[in-house]
T-cell receptor, first 110, second 112 residues
């Protein structure tokens, strides 16, 4: 079965700094989702990537899918307190559901 | 588009009691998913519906768990004889296909 590993598990950065979160799959990715979750709340969809080499941006967040479609990265530029939360990657398992990584907990220091 | 809603948002119950959660999906979405998320983990798939048909159930869904979507609209998830290990966030999502962009706020269950 497909597994997703996220790194780092936890990240503390100073406000204004850039950061990167990685998601590595044990199998080829056919659809890779990034979500943000505030503590105790539901998931908020950020971006979805399908093609090798694809890159998408929304505001200060950029996500990329590597050419081999087994790894994705999420990059935040000039981090702000509003970026704090849990970032989850999810993969289309090709059998009508999404499987998730364990998440990366991001804390922003003012 | 009012989004996916879940009720209640929080539930505290004693071990052995039954609980029922409700999910109202986005109206035009055929698919409805239930996931469970424990502290420090990512969401784990429980079950999903295509309209009123329950198409797949995870091994995580023991015989104490039952889910329904009687008219292909809202769904309920019932847990009978709750155990402390059932304490988790229960998430609902809806979509037109396998493209999960719309999650509800979740129901946090605490079993004492």
């Amino acid at each position: 079965s497909q597994e997703l590993e996220q790194s780092p598990q936890s990240l503390i950065v100073q406000e204004g700094k850039n950061l990167t979160i990685n998601c590595t799959s044990s199998k080829t990715l056919y659809g890779l989702y990034w979500y943000k979750q505030k503590y105790g709340e539901g998931l908020i969809f950020l971006m979805m990537l399908q093609k090798g080499g694809e890159e998408k941006s929304h505001e200060k967040i950029t996500a990329k899918l590597d050419e081999k479609k087994q790894q994705s990265s999420l990059h935040i530029t000039a981090s702000q307190p509003s970026h704090a939360g849990i970032y989850l990657c999810g993969a289309d398992s090709r059998d009508d559901k999404i499987i998730f990584g364990k998440g990366t907990r991001l804390h922003i220091l003012p | 588009d009012t989004g996916v809603s879940q009720d209640p948002r929080h539930k505290i119950t004693k071990r052995g009691q039954n609980v029922t959660f409700r999910c109202d999906p986005i109206s035009e979405h055929n698919r409805l998913y239930w996931y469970r998320q424990t502290l420090g983990q990512g969401p784990e798939f429980l079950t999903y519906f295509q309209n009123e048909a329950q198409l797949e159930k995870s091994r995580l869904l023991s015989d104490r768990f039952s889910a329904e979507r009687p008219k292909g609209s809202f769904s309920t998830l019932e847990i009978q004889r709750t155990e402390q290990g059932d304490s988790a966030m229960y998430l609902c999502a809806s979509s037109p296909l396998t493209d999960l962009r719309h999650f509800g706020p979740g129901t946090r269950l605490t079993v004492l």
